[in-house]
């Protein structure tokens, strides 16, 4: 069984499972994500059409592994992989910010591609959007 850590020694397409605790589930242009971490680090899990709460630990089965330039590793479930919820905890030592910061990064990364591909409107100044008001 691989480890968070150990998705990224992985080639891109490779299946593998591993068991991690969910901690920030997002949905942008339809694509669902879930920023999920163990001992060894955090990463992204597309999630597809499977269940997962925020706060509980699963057993990822089949997850597809996706990589991006920089060396940035991510894992899909969305093509016949699945989320199997699991008893015990899995730990995650990371901090509550180090999360946040992992988070807004990457649910920002993907507002940007939902953009592109047209899934989101083009992104608009907030004083712009409320019509200038003040």
Same mark, same amino acid.
């Given at each position: 069984m691989a480890t968070v850590k150990? %998705?990224?020694?992985?080639?891109?397409? $490779?299946?593998a499972t591993f068991r991690a605790h969910v901690l920030r589930l997002?949905?942008?242009?339809g694509v669902r994500m879930a920023l999920v971490g163990d001992e060894s680090g %955090?990463?992204?899990v597309a999630l597809g $059409?499977?269940?997962a709460e925020e706060g509980r630990?699963?057993?990822?089965?089949?997850a597809a592994v996706?990589?991006?330039?920089?060396?940035?590793t991510s894992v899909s479930i969305a093509d016949g992989g699945e989320a199997l919820a699991i008893a015990e905890d899995v730990a995650v030592p990371q901090d509550e910010a180090y999360i946040e910061r992992t988070f807004k990064i990457l649910s920002g990364i993907q507002r940007k591609k939902g953009r592109r591909d047209g899934?989101?409107?083009p992104w608009e100044h907030p004083?712009?959007?409320d019509g200038g008001a003040e």
């Amino acid at each position: 069984m691989a480890t968070v850590k150990g %998705l990224k020694s992985l080639a891109p397409g $490779e299946e593998a499972t591993f068991r991690a605790h969910v901690l920030r589930l997002w949905e942008i242009g339809g694509v669902r994500m879930a920023l999920v971490g163990d001992e060894s680090g %955090l990463t992204r899990v597309a999630l597809g $059409e499977a269940a997962a709460e925020e706060g509980r630990s699963y057993e990822f089965q089949r997850a597809a592994v996706r990589q991006y330039k920089g060396g940035w590793t991510s894992v899909s479930i969305a093509d016949g992989g699945e989320a199997l919820a699991i008893a015990e905890d899995v730990a995650v030592p990371q901090d509550e910010a180090y999360i946040e910061r992992t988070f807004k990064i990457l649910s920002g990364i993907q507002r940007k591609k939902g953009r592109r591909d047209g899934r989101l409107p083009p992104w608009e100044h907030p004083a712009k959007r409320d019509g200038g008001a003040e």
